[in-house]
């Protein structure tokens, strides 16, 4: 790229993009389409404004977004709305979820699950934070099949930093919402092993924080 625009106090990216807008308004226009992107983006990227990191920045990035007239009702409906199919295999989920000795919650979605259940691969990453609220449970994952042969996976958190165990799996992110990648029992068994691991020494550190 001919520029790299990084402000690491900032936990998203559209929210950054507003920061340079907001920087070079002589220059540039910001339309109602771009203003719908760039608020989806902070919206997903906080968790809706949940996630630690999120600041008076963020806030006021989303305000600027929002002085635009975008129809914020819709872009919610747009991203949380779920067909019926999807709401039956969250309750697959819940009864088929498994937990690790200290704590971190996941799933795995193979094809014939998804398959199963009518749901595509898109709407059964969207499910990883059906797991996310469950006391003592700092870390959750979806492992989801893809018709390559890859597992992508899909790592959230509460408190606990997980972008660097993901970086070890052909993936990375944000400090607590990253993505990996990985292609047999082997890599899924050392992954949830490290997470762990790293939800026990967090645990241990931060008593507190349960």
């Known amino acids: 790229a001919d520029m790299n625009y990084i402000d690491p106090t900032i936990p998203a ?5 507003v920061e340079f807008y907001l ?3 002589d220059e540039l226009v910001l339309t109602q389409k771009a203003a719908e992107a760039l608020y989806t983006a902070i919206v997903t990227d906080t968790g809706r404004f949940q996630y630690r990191g999120v600041n008076g920045e963020v806030l006021r990035a989303a305000a600027v977004l929002v002085d635009t007239g975008i129809d914020i009702e819709e872009i919610y409906s747009k991203l949380y709305l779920k067909d019926f199919s999807v709401f ?6 819940y009864k088929k979820m498994k ?11 193979t094809q014939k699950i998804m398959e199963q259940f009518g749901v595509s691969i ?3 990453s969207s499910l990883v934070n059906a797991l996310s609220q469950i006391k003592g449970s700092l870390i959750w994952v979806a492992f ?8 992508r996976v899909r790592i959230r958190s509460r408190f606990v930093p997980i972008n660097d165990i993901a970086t070890g799996y052909r993936g990375g992110g944000h400090l607590m919402a990253a993505g990996a990648t990985i292609y047999n029992v082997k890599e899924k068994k050392k992954l ?14 931060n008593p507190e924080k349960q």
């Open 88 to 93: 039956v295999l969250q309750s697959f989920v």
């Open 23 to 25: 920087a070079n308004k």
């Open 122 to 124: 898109e709407d059964a």
């Open 192 to 205: 949830l092993e490290e997470l762990d691991l790293r939800l026990k020494e967090f645990k241990l550190a």
């Open 13 to 17: 990216t559209g929210a950054l993009m």
């Open 99 to 109: 937990q690790t000795p200290n704590g971190v919650v996941y799933i795995h979605f």
């Open 144 to 151: 989801i099949d893809y018709p390559d042969g890859s597992t």
